[in-house]
């Protein structure tokens, strides 16, 4: 069974911290993503990887990175958390088109 | 650039049919529709490619008219089960790597 896996459910940090949100994905996927998503915003994507090493920013990347080691991992670094950066945070694989989220990481930055 | 999803929300009756529309200004590759209840993350309903196919998933099926670049959601006799928030993604033919993804459209399904 499919399986896409996320490092915490829910998240409290303070602002200016350095916060990392693992996704792990058991299917060999080559395509992964990070998504936020926000009451009224939808689903917007942050940045995407389609190899190991490999990413591509998304829509919104500013005051996020990534790191992509291994091809079932993907992180994604919130540098310095701020309080706009509040959020539910959704990691995906796909390998032909059919995306398969994780449960989701909901990050409060005080 | 982004979608456009119609209606916004829908209440439903069990048993009844609705349509959930979605529109880009963009030429599409490829249209996928998801699903997400509330507190859970979106699930997978189907892919639509280029080409004006019609697909099917249970009581749920979907078309894509190519010249429109519009995906239209089927829901007949419908179940609580189908409550939740469907959203579209589309692809665009210069990169169909990625996903731009419309607002949602919300349905309620009472009994």
């Known amino acids: 069974d499919v399986k896409v896996t996320q490092s915490s459910r829910y998240l409290v940090k303070r602002t200016g911290e350095k916060v990392f949100l693992e996704c792990v994905q058991d299917m060999d996927h080559e395509n992964m993503f990070w998504y936020r998503q926000d009451p009224g915003l939808g689903l917007r994507l942050i940045y995407f990887s389609y190899d190991v090493k490999m990413k591509e920013k998304g829509d919104i990347p500013e005051g996020y990175s990534v790191s992509r080691e291994k091809k079932e991992r993907f992180s994604l670094i919130l540098e310095s958390a701020s309080t706009n950066q509040t959020s539910m945070y959704l990691c995906a694989s796909t390998l032909r088109g059919e995306q398969y989220f994780g449960p989701g990481t909901r990050l409060t930055v005080t | ?111």
């Open chain 2, 1 to 111: 650039q982004q979608p456009v999803q119609s209606p916004q929300a829908v209440i439903l009756r069990e048993g009844e049919d609705a349509v959930i529309n979605c529109s880009s200004s963009k030429a599409l590759y490829s249209v996928h529709w998801y699903r997400q209840k509330h507190g859970e993350a979106p699930v997978f309903l189907m892919i639509l490619l280029k080409g004006g196919e019609q697909k099917g998933h249970e009581k749920i099926s979907a078309s894509f008219n190519e010249k429109k670049q519009q995906s239209s959601l089927y829901l007949t006799a419908s179940q609580l089960s189908y409550s939740g928030t469907y959203f579209c993604g589309t692809a665009n033919a210069g990169n169909n790597r990625k996903l731009i993804w419309g607002l949602g459209t919300s349905l309620a399904v009472n009994p």
